[in-house]
């Protein structure tokens, strides 16, 4: 047998599951978006899904605030992993319990984070109980309303807690695969610890960084589970948006849904392609 | 070197450590409370009665947390199996292999893993209705593919470029016959990478929400959906308990993997997705 074919055969199952349900689940979409679905008769496509989305104020404030959710969380969650990364490369006393503590939510579902933030942070969560008990707040509605909030606070508290370590573990392999070396010549010609870090550590860094970040910039923007627990009705997160229009009993609001979709995969992929083309050129600096 | 100032940046150290562990064990508390509580208003910091109903509940045969626990488990095995199963050959053409097309193949692959769930499932929804496929446990089985699949194809091809074939060639040369040089040569040899990825495809599995949601129409009821249905009707104790037992598995994985995880291996990637 040639190798082609061997390539081909070993190959052809795994190909025909990705392009059959991701990419034909991408098309269909596509197509319904635009009205287009030749199985129940519609058969000119048109626009009409595209144009009472984008007239919606309410798409425009659920796009604003998911992509607010979306960077601030990717961006607090990497200063963080990389602060915990620089913390977590010594060697300490206890350090395997340390590193296993801080592994620990990597396997914790984002729905159960989800629970445990609206438990910490409602008005009559734990944390609004410790006011009170310091006689902060007299009663629970003087606690800061952090979850179902309009800065959707809850939400990215909880993308923070559940993404510094998985950016954290990828920051500290590629910290470990550097070694010290470089940081100990920079430190012998002079430079202050900053600098080091600054001109020396980060842009060593800086890739495996990005690439982590991308993946989260794009599971927060397009997670459901999250912002259905702890977001505020108005207005939702696009995923939730999209899950409602979907789910309408009205089944016209179906093409909407499906251009919400479509928003969110072009999305994910346009930023995707801007953050590596911006991370590979920081590369060949 | 004691001096003050690192003494001072030394305890400033411990002190960020403490901080940062306890925030990622801190959600966690609140949960494994509750499912001990009888009852627990505002403002009492720690419940006033305890009680085990909530665990009692869970565990009976009326409540159907068991029969959508051991459903849960079938759907997450059965999907792992099959990832396996199509990922191990697909892992190995990328891992050994240079060819034409290569990137475009990569790229097919990492998309999935990239573009959030909502965006296709919906589509494939539409196809599933015109195929029989929603509101069964197999098409949420074949969703959740999706997930699976692509991270063990990673995993297989990142273990497949640092195993060498030669030892196959010297077993067929032997005189041993393609199916025995598998179970004993390959197999041996990339089992770890199996192992590693085979946990963590469950474990993507296991997590999954909405595509369980809108393929199986809410009649598939795995751990997520029950634990999302108890949490949003206010019944703290028993999604204290739920929830107890749906991140079980994770941590008994990881006790079990924490060796392969230097953070270089494709598996710590699988975390993106749970």
Known sequence: MSDRMKIFLLLAPAMFIIVVLFFGGLLTGLMRSFNYMPVIGLTDPDLSAYVSVFTDREFYLSFLLTFHIAFTSTVISSILAIGAALLLRRSFVGRGIVNFLFQINLTVPHLVGAIGILYLFSQSGSFARLAAEFNMIQSPSDFPALVFDPYAIGIILQYVWKEVPFIGVIVLANMQSVGEDYESVARSLGASKWQTFRHVLLPLIFPGVLSASVMVFAFTFGAYEIPAILGANFPAALPVLAYRKYTDVDLAARPEAMAMAIVIALLSAVMIYFYLRYSRRRIRG | MTTKETLGIRSFRVLTGAVLITWLILPLVPLAIWSFAKGWFYPDLLPRNWSLRAWEYAMSDT??????????????????????????????????????????????????????????????????????????????????????????????????????????????????????????????????????????????????????????????????????????????????????????????????????????????????QI
């Open chain 2, 63 to 272: 409540s159907g947390v068991l029969a959508s626990l051991w459903l849960t488990i079938w759907i997450s095995l059965v999907a792992t199996f099959l990832s396996v199963l199509v990922g191990v050959p697909a892992g190995r053409a990328l891992g050994m292999y240079k060819f034409r097309g290569k990137e475009i193949v990569e790229l097919l692959i990492l998309a999935p893993t990239i573009v959030p769930g909502i965006a296709v499932v919906l589509g494939i929804h539409s196809i599933f209705i015109s195929l029989g496929l929603t509101n069964s446990v197999e098409g949420v089985i074949l969703v959740h593919l999706i997930p699976t699949l692509p991270y063990m194809v990673l995993v297989m091809s990142g273990i497949f470029a640092n195993y060498d074939p030669a030892f196959e060639a010297q077993a067929r040369s032997l005189g041993a016959s393609p199916l025995k040089t598998f179970w004993y040569v390959t197999l041996p040899a990339i089992r770890p990478g199996i192992i590693v990825g085979g946990l963590f495809a469950f474990l993507v599995s296991w997590s999954q929400y909405i595509l369980t949601l809108l393929i199986g129409g809410g009649r598939v009821e795995t751990l997520p959906l029950l634990l999302f249905n108890f949490a949003t009707s206010g019944r703290n104790d028993i999604t204290g308990a739920i929830g107890m037992i749906y991140i079980l598995p994770g941590i008994i994985i990881l006790l079990l993997t924490a060796k392969h995880l230097s953070g270089r291996s494709g598996a710590v990637g699988g975390f993106g």
